[in-house]
């Protein structure tokens, strides 16, 4: 099994979810990040005190699947995920060594 890590723009997030649905990947988790991709306005920027520079809110976007899928995924990431710029957001992919379902307890035999 596989995770793939995805840094976007907000404003692909929705396009990538349905894109993704559609393609049949359903182990999806969605967390709001700061981070430094270039902004594409700067209605996206804000300063961060805290860090002292100026950041942007990115969504990180973490996809499991089986190994066979991983390129598929990987193109409707850099596909649906475009901006117009060169340097829209980053792909991760990394092993995963378990998977485990978390079931009910009272079904185990």
Request: negative net charge.
């Amino acid at each position: 099994m596989k995770q793939i890590k995805a840094f976007v723009h907000r404003n692909r997030v929705s396009d990538l979810i349905h894109a993704l649905e559609a393609g049949g990947f359903r182990r999806l988790s969605l967390f709001d990040v700061k981070g430094l991709l270039r902004a594409l306005s700067t209605r996206e920027q804000q300063y961060s005190v805290e860090f002292g520079d100026q950041v942007i809110s990115e969504v990180q976007m973490e996809l499991f699947c089986e190994e066979t899928d991983v390129a598929r995924a990987v193109e409707i990431f850099q596909r649906i995920g475009r901006t117009g710029r060169v340097d829209a957001g980053w792909v991760y992919v990394s092993n995963v060594e378990q998977a485990l379902a978390i079931g009910d307890a009272s079904q185990e035999a």
